[in-house]
């Protein structure tokens, strides 16, 4: 089994995510080229640049298995990327009132002794409900979720702006999907509880 377990990463919200499940980790920044390319579906957007930041590490860490993942929302037929701006969240919560918004998570757990990977995307849906100008400004104003894809955060205040979600794995929404990782993790001969 592969000594090390690595968190293709710079995300603290992947790192706190990855540490639930108590397993020793190592953190390092993949340096890919995040642009979706011509006519790509979203889908294959997400699957593309989980493996792709994953097989970025392989040659640094060579005994490992490398965690990649990649996140994007969906809104229609638009790909809703991290506001950065305050005025540009509030044109997405502005958008996403009353509407569904997919969050679409590429995984890939990649072995990089062998080069063998596991790959999935899992999708989660959130339903917003009819959000009134004051709430999503003071949303914005409390917890500014500009880093956030679709502008919330639904570990903090964000779920106060929700009608209902919908999919098998609620770490998803956050940007790392525990249940689908440990299950990969543990095809990899992992004990997921492990042995105190």
């Avoid at 011509?38 to 392989?58: F, G, P, T």
């Avoid at 009132?97 to 062998?114: A, H, K, P």
């Avoid at 899992?122 to 914005?140: K, S, T």
Wanted: charge should be negative; charged fraction near 20%.
């Amino acid at each position: 089994m592969p000594t090390t377990l690595v968190l293709a990463s710079s995300s603290s919200y992947r790192r706190e995510l990855l540490t639930r499940l108590q397993l020793p980790f190592v953190t390092a920044a993949p340096d890919i080229d995040e642009s979706r390319l011509a006519d790509e579906s979203a889908q294959a957007m997400v699957a593309r640049l989980a493996w792709q930041k994953a097989a970025a590490l392989a040659t640094q860490y060579p005994q490992a298995l490398i965690i990649g993942s990649d996140q994007c929302a969906v809104l229609g037929e638009q790909i809703l990327g991290k506001p950065l701006t305050h005025e540009q969240a509030r044109q997405q919560l502005q958008a996403s009132s009353g509407r569904i918004v997919e969050f679409l998570t590429g995984l890939c757990l990649l072995d990089s002794q062998t080069q063998s990977f596991q790959l999935e995307v899992i999708p989660f849906q959130v339903e917003f409900r009819e959000l009134q100008a004051a709430e999503i400004e003071n949303y914005l104003l409390r917890e500014q979720p500009y880093d956030c894809a679709g502008s919330f955060k639904s570990e903090g205040l964000g779920i106060s702006l929700f009608k209902r979600m919908h999919g098998d794995d609620p770490t998803a929404l956050i940007g790392l999907p525990l249940i689908r990782l440990a299950a990969m993790l543990r095809k990899q001969g992992y004990l997921i509880p492990s042995a105190v």
